[in-house]
C-alpha cells in the first residue's frame, strides 16, 4: 500500500504539483483516513521508486582516468546528440583509455577495453 501512495506522490509532482503541496496533499488525505502512520513507509517507498527512476535516467559517463573527463565528456555529449547537464562523470579502472557512456538504456562504449578485446577475439578465432 505504501507504494502506491508513493507512486500517486510522483505523479502529482511530475503533473506540475510543488513537491510542499503534494506532500501536504497527501498528509491531510492520510490524516482523514486514519493512516498517518502510513507516511513513513510513504517515505521510504518515495525514495526507493525515485533512486530506480534515476538509475534509469541517469547519464554516467565512465573514463580510465580523471584528466581525461573533459575531453571525453565532449566527445560523449557529442554521440549521444545532446548536452546532458547532470553528467555524472566516473574513473573506471578496468578500462585502459577512452571512455564510455550509459545514459538509460543507452550505451555508447569507445573505451580502448572494447578495441583490444574486439582485435584479440578476431585473433583467437
Known amino acids: 500500500m505504501p507504494e502506491v501512495y508513493a507512486q500517486v506522490l510522483v505523479k502529482m509532482v511530475d503533473k506540475g504539483d510543488a513537491p510542499h503541496a503534494a506532500v501536504h496533499k497527501l498528509h491531510e488525505n492520510l490524516a482523514e483516513h486514519g493512516r498517518s502512520a502510513l507516511l513513513p513507509k510513504i517515505a521510504r517507498a518515495f525514495e526507493r521508486f525515485m533512486q530506480q527512476r534515476e538509475k534509469r535516467t541517469a547519464v554516467r559517463l ?43 538504456e543507452k550505451l555508447v562504449d569507445m573505451s580502448y577495453k572494447k578495441q583490444l578485446l574486439s582485435i584479440f577475439n578476431r585473433a583467437t578465432e
Not at 575531453?71 to 564510455?100: C, F, Y
Open 62 to 104: 565512465f573514463v580510465a582516468h580523471h584528466n581525461d573527463a573533459r575531453h571525453a565528456k565532449n566527445e560523449a555529449e557529442h554521440a549521444l546528440g545532446q548536452a546532458h547537464v547532470s553528467l555524472q562523470v566516473h574513473t573506471d579502472t578496468s578500462l585502459v583509455g577512452g571512455w564510455r557512456v550509459e545514459a538509460g
